[in-house]
Nanobody, 123 residues
């Protein structure tokens, strides 16, 4: 079994910064991509940023230049540095790991989601 645990959400004023972390644990052999999605009330879940193995990260247009995704492959951890936050960034942020190959059979690949962490940007 694989578990994704997120941390770092909270309340921040407009223009402020937050750093989200997501650690994947379990019987993991490899992870192809890790990323962050968000869902605001009444809206569909959307991609924020995603980092795959060996490629450049991709970002939603709305966060380019403000958010930075990074990975520590040795720790199966992904981070999201969020700067210049705006009220429209308010949402529940979910961590995703896809293309996860396990050490035990059946090896996959599988997709996993974290439980979500609330980010609220408000004065």
């Amino acid at each position: 079994q694989v578990r994704l645990v997120e941390s770092g959400g909270g309340l921040v004023q407009p223009g402020g910064s937050l750093r989200l972390s997501c650690a994947a644990s379990g019987s993991i052999f490899s992870i192809y991509a890790m990323g962050w999605y968000r869902q605001a009330p009444g809206k569909q879940r959307e991609l924020v940023a995603r980092s795959n193995s060996g490629g450049l990260p991709n970002y939603a247009d709305s966060v380019k230049g403000r958010f930075t995704i990074s990975r520590d492959n040795a720790k199966n951890t992904v981070y999201l540095q969020m700067n210049s936050l705006k009220p429209e960034d308010t949402a529940v942020y979910y961590c995703n790991a896809d293309g996860v190959v396990l050490t035990a059979l059946p090896r996959g690949p599988y997709d996993y989601w974290g439980q979500g962490t609330q980010v609220t940007v408000s004065a």
